[in-house]
Nanobody, 121 residues
Framework: QVHLVESGGGLVQAGGSLRLSCAAS????????MAWYRQAPGKQRELVAT???????NYGDSVKGRFTISRDNAKNTVYLQMNSLKPEDTAVYYC???????????????WGPGTQVAVSS
């Protein structure tokens, strides 16, 4: 079993910053890509940022230049630094990871339960 747990969400004023963390735990052999997604009320879940093991990043257009994804491989943790927050960034933020539990197993997809981010105007 693999578990992802997000932390760091909360309420912040527009223009402020938050740092989200997501720690993966359990039977982890290796982790491939890690990513952040978000879902606002009444909207579909959308990509925020991805980070591969090789260090390649990809950002959603709405967060480019404001958000930064990073990871600590030793801690199986991915971070999302969010600066210059806007009310439209309000959403539940979900951590995603591709994890192998053994050398011979395929990479499986795991999601965290989500953490709420609310940005007031």
């Amino acid at each position: 079993q693999v578990h992802l747990v997000e932390s760091g969400g909360g309420l912040v004023q527009a223009g402020g910053s938050l740092r989200l963390s997501c720690a993966a735990s359990g039977s982890i052999f290796s982790i491939n890509a890690m990513a952040w997604y978000r879902q606002a009320p009444g909207k579909q879940r959308e990509l925020v940022a991805t980070l591969t093991t090789a260090g390649s990043t990809n950002y959603g257009d709405s967060v480019k230049g404001r958000f930064t994804i990073s990871r600590d491989n030793a801690k199986n943790t991915v971070y999302l630094q969010m600066n210059s927050l806007k009310p439209e960034d309000t959403a539940v933020y979900y951590c995603y990871s591709q994890v192998r539990t053994s050398r011979n197993s395929p990479y499986l997809h795991y999601w965290g339960p989500g953490t709420q981010v609310a940005v007031s105007s």
